[in-house]
């Protein structure tokens, strides 16, 4: 690496003529030789044969040097900033962990294949950084999109798991602070973020839009007051006493939140998980009562005006005190009540009754604590998994909630007995059944019935586990199988509903009971069930069984957006999907006619194009 610059011979201004001289590479200044290898092009391989060159460049790319801190732009976030470390000895530590999780990954994806996983035990027992862990897998997962789809699927599984982890411990910790310090902005981000887990969702990002949010407040009232003490309120480090400067405090809230950026309850759309989540209440300025009263308590709070939250059934309400601060109330006419999903609107305690309809007692109008509002936001959630189509998705988002609800009061019979019934139901993780189900015992014998049947089933369920059935191998060249003309990684399309899907399994005949094929109307088609049915994954991320009449091959593929793919499919090859070694075990005929189909394609559509290019001559 040392190289070496000839300098010309140049005659000075007095005659004298200088012999060539040579300047190398390492007598530069380190300053200048570290900002050369710290060049974007460089890579860690680069800085290891440069420090191999001579001592002087080894003494620069030294592990404690610039040098070495540079490949790490990915991670910089997980270090205090000028925190001195060994660099070069964290590179190759995470080297060593990109190499074990990939390994782990790979064998996870074998062993998964007919089941679903849900606790990735072996991950945490590496005892790895979990920042190393992280990067490694989100480097598998923005990889070539097409290629290493099945590794892809489980390093997003894993990623998934872990960040959920993380989160529950910062929760836990969340929870045990003092009820002063509990933050319902903090804990609003946390659920958001237990639930998406792979969006990119921070305290300090929404925090910085809150306090855009404050800026325009205080822009505002600037307007009708510039002497207004909110404009040197800081985080709410102060309380504004007199009601007319919090009156004002609120018009121009309501005016900026409401008029100028146009945030709205989400009538429309009411149980859309999404209204729950404090970064799409943000991004989408709309959401429901509770979510959009967090985020009015907080912009009040950040100007010196202080709300409460109440638990007001079927309509989350906040409320401010009209009697002077440190007067004790426990009239419900002393509070004036703000309607965040009504656009702000001021009601007294009667027309709160009037806004859901019936009367309530007393006990509704009071104040609830952090952790109250969290269990109202949690249990929106969970009562809108419920709700759900029973399709994964909302599967997903009752084992997520019901995690958090279970987090914050893991006493709550009622929702172990739920989540114990969920993975029963789904035949997934029986050992945390068992768990679930003893501890349900122990809280309350009364529902020894209910558990004893659980228990039972689920016990039978972990012995069939230890004596696992072999899948069945499907050849086409069967005779049972000749009437099957597709094949699993084609991509296809609905002729009726005009759907977009890829298969990933056949069977010669529809194998579904008689109640779901009466259900589906299946007796209407031609062949009705005696012939072959498709299991198929379309793009609106639903799995259907679908009949070979109904079915046929998509004239321009394209990619199947389905959160499965990866499951099945190890890669996207421009016309279709290339089986994964999982399912080619299992139909181990059919990647040689996929080939076959496509390539037929091809040929057709090349022997079309000319006959279209010569009739428009003709024209």
């Known amino acids: 690496m040392a190289t070496s610059v000839a300098r010309a011979e140049q005659q000075s201004l007095n005659g004298i003529i200088y012999e060539p001289q040579s300047k190398k590479m390492t007598d530069l200044p380190t300053e200048l030789l570290e900002y050369i290898l710290c060049f974007p092009v460089l890579k860690h391989v680069d800085v290891c044969n440069v420090s191999c060159c001579c001592k002087r460049l080894h003494d620069v790319c030294h592990g404690r040097g610039k040098v070495w801190e540079h490949q790490w732009p990915r991670l910089q976030r997980f270090y205090r900033q000028n925190e001195s470390c060994d660099w ?41 950084p979990e920042h190393f ?27 998934y798991f872990l960040r959920q982890q993380n989160i529950l411990r910062s929760l836990k910790t969340f929870l045990e602070k003092p009820a002063e310090q509990q933050s319902a902005l903090e804990g609003a981000v946390l659920v958001d973020q237990y639930c998406n887990p792979l969006a990119e969702v921070t305290l300090e990002s929404i925090s910085e839009q809150v306090d855009g949010l404050v800026e325009k407040v205080k822009k505002m009232l600037r307007i009708k007051n510039s002497s207004h003490p909110s404009l040197r309120v800081t985080n709410g480090d102060c309380v504004i006493e007199d009601f007319e400067l919090q009156r004002q405090v609120m018009s121009a809230l309501n005016a900026v939140l409401y008029e100028q950026l146009q945030y709205k309850g989400n009538e429309g759309d009411y149980y859309n998980p999404l209204n729950s989540y404090i970064h799409q209440v943000l991004l989408r300025r709309t959401g429901i009562p509770i979510s959009l009263s967090v985020l009015y308590m907080t912009l009040a709070r950040k100007l010196g005006v202080r709300l409460e939250p109440v638990n007001f059934p079927n309509h989350f309400l906040l409320r401010w005190c009209q009697r002077p601060r440190g007067y004790a109330s426990d009239d419900i006419y002393d509070f004036v009540y703000i309607d965040a999903f009504g656009k702000g609107k001021q009601l007294t305690a009667k027309e709160c009754e009037y806004l859901i309809g019936h009367q309530v007692t007393a006990d509704y109008y009071s104040a609830i604590s952090t952790t109250e509002v969290l269990l109202r936001m949690v249990g929106n959630l969970l009562n809108i998994g419920k709700r759900g189509e029973g399709n994964e998705k909302s599967y997903q988002l009752l084992r997520d909630s019901l995690d958090l609800y279970l987090t914050i009061s893991p006493d709550n019979v009622q929702y172990l007995l739920l989540q114990a019934r969920l993975y029963f139901h789904l035949g997934i993780w029986p050992e945390k059944v068992l768990d679930i189900l003893q501890h349900i015992q122990a809280l309350d014998p009364s529902q020894h019935g209910a558990v004893g049947y659980l228990v039972q089933h689920t016990l039978e369920h972990i012995q069939h586990k230890k004596h696992p059935v072999t899948p069945e191998v499907k050849r086409r060249s069967a005779a049972e199988h000749l009437e099957v003309h597709y094949s699993v990684g084609l ?14 399994g056949w069977d010669p005949k529809c194998t579904m009971s008689q109640e779901w094929i009466t259900t589906m109307r299946v007796h209407q088609l031609s062949s009705g069930a005696n012939q072959p049915f498709y299991n198929v994954l379309v793009q609106d991320g639903t799995c259907r069984y679908a009949a070979q009449e109904n079915l046929e091959p998509h004239s321009a593929p394209l990619e199947i957006g389905h959160p499965e793919v990866g499951r099945y499919f190890s890669e996207f090859s421009e016309t279709h999907y290339v089986a994964n070694e999982e399912l080619q075990t299992r139909y181990p005929e059919d990647m040689e006619e996929t080939l076959s189909t496509v390539l037929n394609a091809k040929k057709k559509n090349v022997k079309i194009q000319p006959k279209i290019l010569q009739s428009r001559r003709n024209k």
Not at 102 to 126: G, M, P, Q
């Open 88 to 128: 070069l000895r964290e590179y190759i530590t995470r080297h060593r962990v990109g190499i074990q999780i990939r390994r782990t990954v790979e064998s996870i994806s074998k062993r998964f294949f007919t089941e679903v996983v849900n606790s990735f035990a072996e991950i945490e027992a590496l005892g790895m």
């Open 133 to 159: 862990c992280e990067d490694e897998l989100l480097f598998i997962l923005n990889s070539d999109k097409r290629k290493s789809l099945t590794l892809k699927y489980y390093a997003k599984k894993i990623l």
């Open 491 to 504: 991509i296809m399309k609905h002729k009726r509903s005009g759907y977009n899907c890829v298969i990933y």
